[in-house]
């Protein structure tokens, strides 16, 4: 092929591939959430489909249990979210009597404050203008967020029932699929099966080991808050759920201040109890579960997890939490591909 008919294809299929972004773009949020469930998801589809036998039966079996798993769970969360973060922007903007200044009138919360405050510049004052002009912004921003999800519910609606559309036919024909898309990689066969290999690796070891671990973690964190009788326990369950990502201090970063502030406001054996729950509960799950999850495979530093999944948000909305991850790990895996290539390997 001379030079201007290659310019030529090049360009026709340029101008395909925009038009055909075009065509899939209003559908794209839905084929990400479909893709994503079907990575999650596909273990139990192939254990379904050794009883079954049949594909189209095991993929329309598994699209149930992820109805079951995702509709009432996820459904509950936003909008026990929404209720929450409102409840606490209403009793952070009345003043007098809201929780803030309940805690910081407390005598045990107030000497902690007089006493070592000063050392550091903090006053009394300070510390409540801090925690409710806080709040306040924190609950706003997350209201927005949330009440932008739950608006339009006809959208969501109908881009749940494309998404199990294409879930099923991804579970189907998924490796026609696959087979498919590595014809048109531009790689050796050796490096194509390089790329398969590092690319499931980083995604068990992301998704699984990461992201499954965070939601275990925010699930037992709420559910401890709400048997101590902490306020808005499902608010903070997500707020653990993103801090287990961060390394060392994690989820303690959520339930240590709770302990805290049970101890200075006198309630010795909440305190002592939530401790007991945090250490040899919630932060037993990452010591137990991340390994076993991952075993030998490829592990992304947590705090890489950590920004990709906030970036993610940023980027993709609630997608991100998983995408985030999964295209840091892909870009890694090709990116390892591409290096070994260039030395000959």
């Not at 273990?43 to 079996?61: D, E, F, H, T």
């Not at 653990?240 to 990502?245: N, R, T």
Request: hydrophobic residues 55%.
């Amino acid at each position: 092929m001379n030079k201007l008919a290659y310019l030529f294809a090049l360009s026709i299929v340029t101008l395909l591939g925009y038009l055909t972004y075009q065509i899939f773009s209003p559908f794209l949020s839905a084929i990400a959430w479909a893709i994503v469930f079907c990575v999650i998801f596909y273990p139990v589809y192939l254990y379904i489909l050794k009883y079954v036998r049949y594909g189209s039966l095991a993929a329309a079996i598994t699209i149930l249990l992820i109805v079951a798993i995702i509709v009432g769970p996820l459904s509950y969360i936003s909008f026990a979210l929404v209720s929450e973060v409102t409840d606490l922007m209403t009793k952070t903007g009345q003043g007098e009597g809201n929780d803030f200044e309940r805690l910081l009138s407390d005598p045990g919360v107030a000497g902690v404050i007089n006493r070592f405050g000063p050392h550091v510049g903090i006053s009394e004052e300070s510390a409540r203008s801090f925690l409710v002009e806080g709040g306040k912004k924190l609950g706003q921003s997350a209201l927005e967020y949330l009440s932008a999800g739950l608006t339009n519910m006809v959208t969501v609606a109908v881009n749940f029932v494309l998404m199990l559309f294409t879930i099923f036919f991804l579970f189907r024909d998924g490796n026609r699929l696959v087979g498919r898309v590595r014809g048109y990689l531009p790689f050796p066969d050796s490096a194509k099966e390089r790329l398969e290999i590092q690319t499931r690796d980083m995604i068990v070891s992301t998704i699984y080991g990461g992201v499954v671990v965070a939601a275990s973690q925010g699930i037992l964190g709420g559910l401890a808050f709400a048997l101590f009788g902490v306020g808005a326990p499902v608010l903070w369950g997500s707020v653990m759920a993103l801090c287990s990502f961060l390394p060392a201090a994690g989820t303690a970063l959520v339930w240590g201040p709770a302990s805290l502030a049970f101890a200075v406001q006198g309630e010795y054996l909440k305190a002592g109890g939530l401790v007991l729950v945090g250490i040899f509960v919630i932060s037993m799950v990452d010591n137990i579960l991340r390994p076993l999850i991952i075993g030998g495979r490829t592990k992304m530093p947590a705090i890489i997890i950590f920004f990709t999944v906030l970036g993610g948000i940023k980027f993709f909305g609630l997608l991100g939490l998983i995408m985030g991850p999964l295209v840091f790990a892909l870009f890694l895996a090709i990116f390892e591909i591409l290096k070994a290539m260039e030395n000959g390997e």
